[in-house]
Structures are given as structure tokens and as C-alpha cells.
């Protein structure tokens, strides 16, 4: 073997991210890290999120050499954090073989080069084939879907063909350093773990928003299914209580879907699931009747606007009516629903956006996530923003207007949120979850009880942690421009 020690690393530290985003394991790494087990002599996969010691350079470093690690490779996946990402990645040792991906980095390769010298390849698009080549050591030259550094230049090969999903192994767990339990405010809560489960690649819809479908590459990643006895068996080899199906909508082939929902409920299996859906679920009652029966608790669908004009502009397929009728019907199901917006697009007034919460509630979705509407490199709307006279896109894909500045975009979205999370709404949340829904067992609910005094008391330190920096921040302006 040319290497003996490969350290697969997900490299944004706690800080970084939410308490939901705590909750999931880095999958697309962890199919990396399994492809590569048989072309290297030991496999390390390091979380940062969780490796509060390791998140310090020195000693991810002294780790690095402590263990012998002979080459190394980083997922960039997202732009949160991404400076201080890169910053990591500029710090890791020159003598050790770097390779980077990831979508984000993919996204950037370019840009990577030039800030980061220790990067010796990025591989692009979807990993899993491209890492076997390179841990065999085949000439770079060779291999489809990277770029790599020779003789000062960058090179860019062909891509590499998208692989047939049921030929990938599915992640290997045992790999992992840590479990991925429920945290509120930092703070474990009823020791519920959680995992996810890939079930399908691509997606058959072409939302303009929306790049998931497309690799970093402007490819399009077709929609891909794995058999529903290969899904069943990595559901049953799962010891986590709670299992997200992280497919863009896993209900795209409407009679799989039921075939795994009968398999669940023939086979026993006492877990609870999420996954990813749009409205046209609420088409198919037999299928609701089944997933609740399942232990389906909970959806995340994609609305991202109450107005047909955005909709229309989005290739969204459906109007605000549909949605309503929609949720006419899903509200009769004991499932808890996140529904999903966006706001800031093109065209689109305060006013406009403002109507977000109040439609939310009126449709009956249980909480939502709000987010300012991005410009990816490979989305079709960049077309129309560059055509409108007035909108700007910035660095990190971010649209913005002469009329709605980002600060602005950022203070509708403080309206939003106060408007939709109102003290009543987190009762509504709760009652739901534990009562109607019962994704809460009554010892995790104990458990919830035993430790909500410190959740509370968290939750009020971070606030005032908050005032004390703004006050901060006050003074140090009024100081630099008095």
C-alpha cells in the first residue's frame, strides 16, 4: 500500500454550528472514508464539532504527527465558516499529501489554489471512486474528477462519471469517535442519538433556487435509487433512535416509498424518522397512513414563498392554493412539519416578505427556517439577476438590491423570526412533539424535565452574553468615530 495512516477530516468546530447541525453525522465523508478502507493500511475520521481539543491547531497537529498520518483529506461542504476553514487548511503540514472536497470546495477550486499552498488535489464532485485512485497512487494525470498542482500550474482533468449508488458501500459507523445525541444550548438532553441514512442521490425536479441536484461541476446528478432491501439493511444495522432520511425529497417514487414504510412496520423496527418531502405527499393518504404507522414524526418541506408571482420565478411546480389544500390534508396526520422560506428575492417586497410568518401559521406549519435567497455558481436565477437592473450577488452567492442592502435583508429577517416564534408558538411546538406526535418517549420527557432548569438558565446566559457584546461592539464604534 502506498499510504498506511489516511485522516478524513470534517474540520468546522462546534462554534461553527447549530444544535440541530450537531445532531447529524458528515455522511458524504463518512462514504469517502469507507470507499477508501481497502486501498489504505488504517482510516481515522476526525469530527472537529466534537473534538474540542483536536479544534486547536497545535494539537490537531501533534495528533497528525502522533499518529503517523501520512495523507490527509478535508471536507469543505458549506460557506459557513469558510475562513476560518480555509485558515485551517492552510496551516496543515506540507510534507503531508492534502486533498480537499466537498461541494463548497468543488465550487471554489480556483480559489483554493491560490489561498491555500499545503493543497495538493481537490477532487470534484462526488468522491468515492476518485479516492481509491488516488490512495492506489495511479499518476495524477489519470485520474477523472480532480485538480491537482504540477509544475507551478493548476491541471483539470476530465469528471468523473457519477457512480451507481447501489455499488457504494454504505458508511461504515465504526469509524466514528463520537455519537450524535440531542444537545439544547450546548447541553445533552435524554441521551436520544440520532443518524442518517442516504437513500437516494439527485432529484427529479429542476427548482431554479436550488444547485443539490447539480455537482459542483454543473453537472446534473440524476435522480438515483438504492433497492429498498440495501436501505433496509443499513436501517436495521443502526443503533441511533432517530434516523433522518437525507435524500432531497425521499418520497419521489411514491410505491419505494411505501415498500420501505411496509418492511418497517413488518420487521418491527422501533425507530423514528425524518426525512425531506414536498407538497405533493398530501397526494397520497394510503402512503401518510403507513408512515405514521412507520414511526415517520417528522417532515421538512420545502414551501419558500406564500406568493405565486416567487413560486412561478422559483419553478417551484405549485401554487400558494396548492400549498393551503396541501396542508389541509397533512395537518390530519400526527406528524410534526418544518416547513422551509425563502426571502430577499428578486422582485419581492418587504411587505411581501413580512407575510412569511403570518402565512406559515395560517397553513399550519409547526416551526420554520427562514433564509436569505442565494446565488449559487451553477443556479439558473443568476440569469435573471444579471438581467434586472438593481440586484448584486456578493462573493458568498448572497443577493442583495440597491432597495434591500444585506443589513437591511438581515433585519427583515429578525421581523420574521419574532413574528413567527412568539411564546405561544414554542408552547404549540412543544405540545406537538411530545403529546401529538409522541417523538418524545415519557423517560426522554423526564429526562427533559430533570434538565430544562439548565436549559433555561443557558438559554438566559446566552442572551445577556449577547447584550454584553453588542454593548461592546457600541463602544468600540462610538470610541473609533468620536
Not at 75 to 82: A, E, H, K, P, V
Amino acid at each position: 500500500m502506498k499510504y498506511k495512516h489516511v485522516l478524513f477530516l470534517y474540520p468546522y468546530p462546534a462554534k461553527a454550528v447549530t444544535d440541530t447541525m450537531m445532531l447529524f453525522p458528515p455522511t458524504g465523508l463518512e462514504y469517502v472514508a469507507t470507499s477508501a478502507k481497502k486501498y489504505v493500511g488504517k482510516v481515522t475520521l476526525l469530527d472537529l464539532r466534537y473534538e474540542k481539543d483536536l479544534s486547536n491547531i497545535k494539537n490537531l497537529l501533534d495528533f497528525i504527527q502522533r499518529e503517523k498520518i501520512d495523507i490527509i483529506g478535508v471536507s469543505i461542504g458549506w460557506n459557513r465558516y469558510l475562513k476560518e476553514v480555509l485558515n485551517l487548511v492552510k496551516q496543515m503540514p506540507k510534507n503531508i499529501p492534502l486533498v480537499v472536497g466537498g461541494y463548497k470546495a468543488t465550487e471554489i477550486v480556483e480559489e483554493i489554489f491560490e489561498d491555500c499552498p499545503p493543497v495538493d488535489i481537490i477532487v470534484r464532485g462526488e468522491g468515492e471512486e476518485t479516492i481509491k485512485a488516488i490512495l492506489k497512487g495511479e499518476p495524477l494525470e489519470k485520474i477523472l474528477g480532480i485538480s491537482f498542482r504540477a509544475n507551478g500550474k493548476v491541471i483539470h482533468n476530465g469528471p468523473e462519471p457519477l457512480p451507481d449508488v447501489n455499488s457504494l458501500p454504505s458508511p461504515d459507523r465504526t469509524l466514528r469517535r463520537n455519537k450524535y445525541n440531542l444537545l439544547l444550548n450546548g447541553i445533552s438532553v435524554a441521551n436520544l442519538s440520532f443518524d442518517m441514512v442516504l437513500s437516494a442521490r439527485g432529484c427529479p425536479f429542476n427548482c431554479k433556487f436550488c444547485t443539490f441536484s447539480l455537482n459542483p461541476l454543473g453537472q446534473k446528478r440524476e435522480y438515483s435509487a438504492r433497492s429498498v432491501e440495501s436501505v433496509m439493511q443499513e436501517i436495521e444495522e443502526i443503533t441511533a433512535d432517530v434516523i433522518f432520511f437525507s435524500d432531497d425529497n425521499f418520497f419521489v417514487d411514491i410505491k419505494r416509498a411505501e415498500r420501505i414504510c411496509d418492511l418497517i412496520i413488518a420487521r418491527k423496527i422501533k425507530k423514528r424518522f425524518m426525512a425531506q418531502a414536498r407538497i405533493e405527499i398530501a397526494r397520497h393518504p394510503t402512503l401518510l397512513g403507513k408512515m405514521v404507522k412507520a414511526g415517520f414524526k417528522a417532515l421538512q418541506i420545502g414551501i419558500e414563498s406564500p406568493h405565486d408571482h416567487i413560486l412561478t420565478q422559483l419553478n417551484k411546480g405549485f401554487d400558494s392554493e396548492t400549498v393551503r389544500k396541501s396542508f389541509a390534508v397533512l395537518k390530519k396526520y400526527p406528524i410534526y412539519y418544518h416547513g422551509y422560506f425563502i426571502y430577499g428575492n428578486i422582485g419581492e417586497t418587504e411587505e411581501e416578505m413580512l407575510y412569511i410568518p403570518k402565512f406559515a401559521k395560517e397553513i399550519g406549519v409547526d416551526s420554520i427556517t427562514f433564509q436569505k435567497l442565494r446565488i449559487e455558481k451553477f443556479s439558473p436565477l443568476r440569469e435573471i439577476v444579471d438581467r434586472t437592473p438593481g440586484y448584486h450577488v456578493t462573493k458568498k452567492g448572497l443577493l442583495y438590491s440597491d432597495t434591500f442592502s444585506y443589513e437591511d435583508l438581515k433585519k427583515v429577517g429578525r421581523k420574521i423570526k419574532f413574528s413567527f416564534y412568539t411564546p405561544s408558538r414554542y408552547v404549540k411546538m412543544f405540545w406537538k412533539s411530545f403529546f401529538v406526535v409522541k417523538f418524545f418517549t415519557l423517560s426522554e420527557f423526564l429526562a427533559f424535565l430533570v434538565v430544562a432548569p439548565r436549559l433555561l438558565k443557558s438559554a438566559i446566559d446566552r442572551e445577556r452574553e449577547k447584550g454584553r457584546l453588542i454593548n461592546s461592539l457600541k463602544r468600540t464604534f462610538i470610541k473609533n468615530t468620536s
